[in-house]
């Protein structure tokens, strides 16, 4: 599935696109190089949601958790990650809990200690625009994804 957003509210918008389909236990990796505008997709979904307060890129502190109340999504940001072995050091099994929603930003920086996605998003500067493409990993993600094709942004 292909998204093109000429402004940081249509990122926003199809970050509360993807909010509508999030089930318990999901994990998104969102890449895309610096500035496409991942923390701003992740900022529409939680906004979608009800948060109210900053979203930041945790980019200095690798994790922030929004709880929402009925859901508790974990955002990171491994940019700054030397080594995927320092995902150990911050408990990243305790985020994988299998009822939080982790969103990782720089995913690729992980690999070896991250589990696969249920939905990889990727963004890439295209013209004055952004162009989003999602895909599924898991029958978990082939679900968000439907549901992101039949609601209304």
Known sequence: ?????????????????????????LVIHLSGPLGAGKTTLVRGL???????????SPTYTLVETYDLG????????LYRLSDPEELEFIGLRDYLDGHSIC????????VGL??????????????DGREIRCESGTEAGRRLLSQMGTSRS
């Open 1 to 25: 599935m292909e998204f093109q957003t000429a402004s940081e509210q249509e990122m926003e918008a199809v970050g509360a696109r993807l909010a509508r389909g999030l089930m318990p236990g």
């Open 46 to 56: 939680l906004r979608s949601l009800g948060w109210s307060g900053l979203v930041k």
């Open 70 to 77: 009925d859901r508790v999504i974990h955002h990171f940001d």
């Open 103 to 110: 969103l990782i930003e720089w995913a690729e920086r992980g």
């Open 114 to 127: 991250l589990p696969e996605p249920d939905l990889g998003v990727e963004i890439a500067f295209r013209g």
